[in-house]
């Protein structure tokens, strides 16, 4: 089974995990534990998928310390959502490709369902697209072990306590993919949104607060796709946009 199957797979599992969780919460009236889903959820979100995967390890839109790198390229494995390497290079690949006839995450192309189930076409990335990745050792390190991170990350939760596996690991992973399947989608749908900057050949983005408060901050889409380097996605004061927050604070360089 391929490393993009393996997530699949584990994401079914997630969602199931996360629905039982949550109905057996609401059931016994255990909202305690919905609250460790909310905190875990944003910080998996927003620290191992919005800064780590995408701001930092696949744009490299700021500098920080070599400390504080290790701790984003090893805290992206409890997003259960693909190894920096892995993550990189699809991600990289739609940039270069967005809303043209080879964009294999575009929804035009693949559809809407698609999209939002990460469900992509397969494709084969050039190598000079992940030159750095591929020579930083702990992104190495985790793509081939990500499977046994992972597992080492559940286990330590089970060992604490058993709903963790639940409530800290499956239902903030699966938040996480429909939040990547909301700005998968809605900003490339004109119909959603706005534009603040001249779209880049074919990119069809736009701005979509939906999409932000969806993902916790990657909505805004048509700036990021116009200027990919900025750390900061929204600038207009209404575009609330955590990460870049915790990165000026806690991360930039």
């Given at each position: 089974?391929?490393?993009?199957?393996?997530?699949?797979?584990?994401?079914?599992?997630?969602?199931?995990?996360?629905?039982?969780?949550?109905?057996?919460?609401?059931?016994?009236?255990?909202?305690?534990?919905?609250?460790?889903?909310?905190?875990?959820?944003?910080?998996?979100?927003?620290?191992?998928?919005?800064?780590?995967?995408?701001?930092?390890?696949?744009?490299?839109?700021?500098?920080?310390?070599?400390?504080?790198?290790?701790?984003?390229?090893?805290?992206?494995?409890?997003?259960?959502?693909?190894?920096?390497?892995?993550?990189?290079?699809?991600?990289?690949?739609?940039?270069?490709?967005?809303?043209?006839?080879?964009?294999?995450?575009?929804?035009?192309?693949?559809?809407?369902?698609?999209?939002?189930?990460?469900?992509?076409?397969?494709?084969?990335?050039?190598?000079?697209?992940?030159?750095?990745?591929?020579?930083?050792?702990?992104?190495?390190?985790?793509?081939?072990?990500?499977?046994?991170?992972?597992?080492?990350?559940?286990?330590?939760?089970?060992?604490?306590?058993?709903?963790?596996?639940?409530?800290?690991?499956?239902?903030?992973?699966?938040?996480?993919?429909?939040?990547?399947?909301?700005?998968?989608?809605?900003?490339?749908?004109?119909?959603?949104?706005?534009?603040?900057?001249?779209?880049?050949?074919?990119?069809?983005s736009v701005n979509s607060p939906l999409a932000s408060l969806l993902s916790l901050g990657e909505g805004w889409h048509n700036y990021h796709h116009s200027r990919p380097g900025d750390h900061r996605h929204g600038h207009a004061w209404w575009e609330i946009d955590p990460p870049a927050w915790v990165i000026e604070r806690f991360f930039k360089i």
């Open positions: 089974m391929t490393h993009v199957k393996k997530i699949h797979a584990t994401a079914l599992c997630n969602h199931v995990i996360a629905i039982a969780g949550l109905w057996w919460a609401v059931a016994f009236e255990q909202f305690n534990w919905l609250w460790v889903s909310v905190v875990f959820s944003a910080v998996v979100v927003i620290i191992s998928v919005n800064i780590g995967l995408h701001r930092y390890i696949s744009h490299r839109s700021f500098e920080t310390g070599p400390l504080r790198r290790k701790f984003l390229v090893y805290m992206s494995v409890i997003a259960a959502f693909g190894s920096p390497v892995s993550w990189t290079a699809m991600h990289r690949y739609h940039h270069a490709k967005s809303g043209g006839p080879d964009d294999n995450q575009s929804p035009k192309n693949i559809g809407y369902v698609r999209a939002w189930l990460t469900l992509y076409d397969h494709i084969t990335v050039p190598t000079t697209m992940l030159r750095d990745v591929l020579k930083d050792q702990d992104c190495k390190f985790v793509h081939q072990h990500y499977f046994r991170l992972l597992a080492g990350w559940v286990l330590a939760l089970f060992l604490i306590n058993p709903l963790l596996v639940v409530f800290a690991f499956s239902i903030p992973a699966a938040f996480c993919y429909q939040a990547a399947g909301a700005f998968a989608v809605i900003p490339h749908s004109s119909r959603f949104g706005y534009k603040v900057l001249p779209s880049i050949n074919n990119d069809d």
